[in-house]
């Protein structure tokens, strides 16, 4: 059997899964934040450990276990580089130190490519070659799959289009640059847009509700977002020209016309119109479980 681990800023979940990756069991724990990867790896080892157990209640025994983490990852040296939201796990050698533990085979990645993998093996992007997944909750994060394969590229930041610059004078992003895509239209930015269109603190949520009550403010805080979306995956098609564009994350969630609608509208104006002509926009399939399942299809790739 196979167990993915999805370490996430607040939870760490756990999945049991069969060999061919179908769902046995999950397994929820809030993370403690500020223990840093000490208390985490723990946690982590208890999470295990249980659905270890629980396999071997059903007969079965783990083979391979994957885990997906919440920021950079050396996926050659299976280090967990940092946390952007959680103190105290720089340079963590997290690979070694569970292998040592539990003795089983462990592939460790960062969520944006665990999600990619599992999108790809158990979602939307079941059958397709060439795709791009692009996850909008609080920051942006993504991953290419082209010619049937994960690309990691040279330091394993291939399909990071959440630090595409599309606007030079755009917001200051979490990683320091102007106008980052992530900083123009994750769920934390289209908040903020909209809370200085119109003049109070409004978060994702009350934009979506306004829009969808006609609030001209609103709508227009949206066309501004969905521009920039188009112009970052626009440069994206350009490199890798996709079949499928899967969007996961909460805005995903949000009715079409408010979003994936208008996307697919305004992404042909910012690629060849070749490229445009085939390319498919579509809601991810995985919720709530897209971690776990995602660290599952790492393991088993
Ligand atoms: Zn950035």
Redesign the pocket.
């Known amino acids: 059997m196979i167990i993915g681990i999805d370490v996430g800023n607040t939870n760490m979940t756990g999945a049991l899964a069969s060999d061919d990756g179908k769902h046995v069991a999950t397994l929820r724990r809030k993370s403690d934040r500020a223990g840093g990867a000490k208390a985490g790896v723990e946690l982590i080892s208890e999470i295990i450990a249980a659905l270890q157990k629980q396999a071997g209640g059903e007969g079965g025994s783990v083979r391979r276990i994957g885990v997906g983490f919440g920021g950079p990852v050396d996926f050659e040296r299976g280090v967990a580089l940092l946390s952007h939201q959680n103190p105290g796990w720089e340079n963590t050698p997290l690979r070694d130190q569970l292998q040592q533990r539990f003795g089983i085979p462990i592939a460790i990645d960062n969520d944006a490519n665990a999600g990619t993998l599992g999108e790809w093996r158990f979602g939307a992007g079941r059958g397709v070659n060439d795709l791009l997944y692009v996850n909008i909750g609080t920051g942006i994060g993504g991953g290419v799959i082209a010619n049937g394969a994960l690309v990691r590229g040279a330091q394993n930041l291939a399909g990071e289009i959440?630090?595409i610059i599309v606007r030079r004078d755009g917001p200051v992003?979490?990683?320091?640059?102007h106008g980052?895509l992530?900083?123009c239209a994750s769920g934390s930015a289209i908040g903020r847009r909209a809370s200085e269109a119109l003049g109070r603190k409004v978060d994702g949520k009350e934009v979506d509700a306004l829009a969808l009550q006609g609030d001209t403010t609103a709508r227009r805080v949206l066309d501004g977002v969905i521009e920039d979306l188009a112009h970052g995956l626009g440069i994206a098609i350009g490199l890798v020209n996709p079949a499928l564009i899967i969007i996961g994350g909460g805005l995903s969630q949000a009715p079409e016309q408010l979003y994936l609608a208008p996307l697919r509208r305004a992404v042909p104006r910012f690629c060849l119109a070749e490229a445009a002509a085939h390319i498919r926009i579509e809601p991810a399939q995985l919720r709530y479980d897209a971690g776990v399942m995602g660290a599952v299809a790492l393991a088993m790739s």
């Open positions: 959440g630090h992003c979490t990683c320091g640059k980052c992530e900083g």
